[in-house]
């Protein structure tokens, strides 16, 4: 039997779960509801399609002001076998301990003014793949040598060479394993000189500071085997420049930061005098390889703008949109004549409840 005091306490909670009556929580607030006609609308879509026209245009014409060369080496033909191309002679297992040099000849139509930054461009080359990506550790990296979790299936290997005290591979992983060791000499026709290559400030700042260490001494890395597919020591990477060895090697730092996409260029020199127009030899020392990939090898040689290199998306994204937004005006503005000025969005969407 319910007592007063219990029917006291069940009417105060009732009352608790009620909202209280204030426009507020009743939802009598004034709003404000816009009536959007098509002619109201005209100015809108006018302005949009204008201002993306005009930053589209900047930005495709920065753009293509940026010079731009691809040179494709990958089929050059050897020096050493006239016969046979460098892609061939990388195929033949007969010839695995035996460099390749190749020379391709190309034409830059006009000069390439300011800092000219040349890359290695590779196709098919899919360095997204999980387990490529996963394999490295990032504690070796950082300089403690003895650190190879993770890095399967190219953590350890046999020891066969007099002097090695670990079978710890330095630098251990499949991204490091596949380092690309194509080299390049560029020579100017016209003037018979080599072009001047810089190695330095290719890699992210980040990256040298942080994220790549070697140790106190280079020489803890003799104590190490190095990585199967390599031709030499990660001590001997930079013959002309001792700092730009071990871990904070920067093409080797460029080559661990992977590439999101299949087709991918890396920066791997910088030419700070620019380039004449004029005839070129590239020399290459052909070590990559890309057929059992079926993939293609160019060197790509460029200037930059304010907006980096040629990549005309973002430019051609504002002016599709920009076009899209005046067609939309002049559809409305048609529209809005035929009809006599009275048609307007509020009224279709209520005839259509």
Same mark, same amino acid.
Request: proline letters at 4%; aromatic letters at 12%.
């Given at each position: ?182 080299? =390049?000499?560029? #020579? @100017?026709?016209? *003037? ?5 290559? +810089?190695?330095?400030? /290719? &890699? ?93 090898? =160019?060197?790509? #040689? @460029?200037?930059? *703008? ?5 990549? +005309?998306?973002?430019? /051609? &994204? ?36």
């Amino acid at each position: 039997m319910a007592t007063e005091d219990d029917e006291y306490w069940e009417s105060q909670h009732k009352k608790s779960n009620r909202p209280d009556d204030t426009a507020f929580k009743q939802q009598r607030l004034r709003a404000w509801k816009p009536l959007i006609t098509v002619k109201s609308t005209i100015p809108l879509f006018a302005i949009v399609g204008v201002v993306f026209l005009i930053v589209g245009g900047v930005l495709y014409g920065s753009v293509n002001s940026v010079k731009e060369i691809q040179v494709d080496y990958t089929h050059c033909m050897s020096v050493q076998e006239p016969n046979m191309t460098c892609a061939e002679f990388r195929s033949n297992f007969s010839f695995a301990n035996k460099a390749c040099h190749c020379r391709v000849n190309f034409t830059l139509p006009v000069r390439y003014p300011g800092t000219v930054f040349m890359y290695y461009k590779l196709t098919n080359f899919f360095q997204n793949h999980r387990q490529y990506i996963k394999s490295r550790n990032n504690e070796q990296l950082r300089g403690d040598l003895d650190q190879n979790e993770g890095c399967d299936p190219i953590k350890t290997a046999n020891i066969t060479r007099t002097g090695f005290t670990n079978n710890v591979v330095v630098p251990c992983g499949l991204v490091a394993n596949s380092l690309f060791n194509d080299s =390049f000499s560029l #020579l @100017s026709l016209k *003037s018979n000189m080599n072009i001047s290559l +810089s190695r330095r400030n /290719i &890699a992210w700042a980040s990256d040298q500071n942080t994220k790549f260490r070697n140790p106190t001494d280079l020489s803890e890395f003799a104590d190490y085997k190095q990585p199967p597919n390599w031709q030499k020591p990660i001590t001997e990477l930079d013959p002309n420049d001792t700092e730009n060895n071990g871990f904070q090697n920067e093409d080797f730092i460029v080559w661990m930061r992977t590439a999101a996409l299949p087709t991918f260029r890396k920066l791997h020199r910088r030419i700070t005098e620019g380039l004449e127009s004029g005839g070129y030899e590239l020399i290459v020392d052909y070590n990559f390889p890309t057929s059992a990939f079926g993939g293609q090898k =160019f060197v790509v #040689l @460029s200037t930059i *703008s304010w907006l980096g290199g040629r990549n +005309s998306f973002l430019g /051609i &994204a504002y002016l599709t949109v920009g076009s899209i937004s005046l067609a939309v005006a002049l559809c409305f503005l048609a529209l809005n004549s035929l009809s006599g000025g009275v048609v307007h969005i509020g009224t279709v969407l209520s005839t259509t409840k």
